[in-house]
């Protein structure tokens, strides 16, 4: 299942869960998209399901995502906290190489925008 949703602090919301179905691929690729051309500030959480969600053409296109936005993601996202059951810090270290606003992991979403929050400013 794919989720995106944008809130009225600045916090976008990607969420790709189990089970994961026919088009989530598709979805989630479409949502990176819609990130990837927001044109204000914001903060992201990335809550991902664990396992293998992307086929391999999934995965090249998510790392040419990566790589054409790198320069809009650093300028508008604040910050990306992370929610993934087989996270560890090799995990947002990978991320943390991609670009320049800080990547934390979190437990769960609330503490994910705890985190957030300083870094986007309580009423942004």
Not at 48 to 55: C, H, K, M, P, V
Not at 89 to 109: I, N
């Amino acid at each position: 299942m794919v989720e995106l949703d944008h809130d009225a602090g600045g916090i976008v919301t990607l969420r790709l869960t189990q089970p994961y179905g026919a088009g989530d691929e598709a979805a989630y690729l479409g949502a990176l998209e819609t990130i990837g051309r927001l044109d204000r500030p914001f903060a992201l959480i990335a809550v991902l399901g664990g396992g293998r969600a992307l086929s391999p053409a999934g995965e090249r296109a998510q790392a040419l995502w990566y790589k054409a936005t790198r320069e809009s993601m650093n300028r508008n996202c604040r910050g990306l906290a992370i929610i993934r059951p087989d996270a560890t810090a090799d995990t947002a270290a990978t991320f943390q190489r991609l670009w320049s606003f800080p990547v934390a992991l979190a437990p769960d979403e609330t503490a994910g925008r705890a985190a957030l929050l300083p870094l986007i400013g309580a009423g942004a």
